[in-house]
């Protein structure tokens, strides 16, 4: 769905009585302010969801164990580093949530956190990997959860149309929770109770599930009948 309709879809339904909505986003400051609240419910519902996923590779040394899934900001610019192989037509997004499985080269997926060191890595935080024992020059494949980019004018977003309404709540929250009347804090709850319950109905339908590997199973089990 693209940006705009979205924009409209909230102007006319969740801020409808919000000043926003009577100024319009023709003030730069409204439009700010709209655009991060978007920004906050996309990785709300990434975070959430495994909406969006992605592969990097990761090189090994035998003299580092741990690999950052994150730029670096070296000499007043943020690079990638240099353990992270990106090729001709790729670029690294830095936009890592979560690592959800780690391979090698011949296929094998390696356990996260677990407690033997043969094929085995430890999430040091979500962005960073630990591995015991590198071989020098072997690559690892890590699928992440990775997140919606920033939303910016004219942008289409990348969610499911049955997940909108739940950005909608998210979005009427935030942008009414910034305010200190005692109605803007009502709405705020209303509207992030609004949110969990959408949410929760997704979960109870299996729209959507909270990690990769039980996505959408519904269908497999004969529908939602």
Known sequence: MQLSDVVIELLEGELSSHAIALEGLSNPVNEGKLYRAIDSGLLDLYTRYPLLEKEVHVQLNAWTTEYSLRKEFKDG?????????????????????RVEAVADEVGDVYE????????????????????PNPTDSNVLFVTYRAKHPKVETGCELMLPAYLLPALYAYVG????????????????????????????????????????????????????I
């Open 112 to 131: 996260i956190n677990a407690s033997d060191y043969d094929k085995v890595v430890a999430l040091v935080n979500p962005t960073t990997i630990q591995v």
């Open 173 to 224: 929250a935030r942008i009414y929770s910034g305010g200190v009347a005692q109605e803007h804090v009502a709405k705020a709850a209303e509207l992030m109770a609004k949110y969990e319950m959408i949410c929760l109905q997704m979960d109870a339908n299996g729209m959507v599930n909270k990690d990769m590997q039980n996505v959408n199973v519904r269908p497999m089990l004969h529908g939602w």
């Open 77 to 97: 610019v943020w690079v990638v580093p240099s353990h992270i192989l990106v090729g001709p037509y790729d670029e690294f997004k830095d936009d890592v949530i």
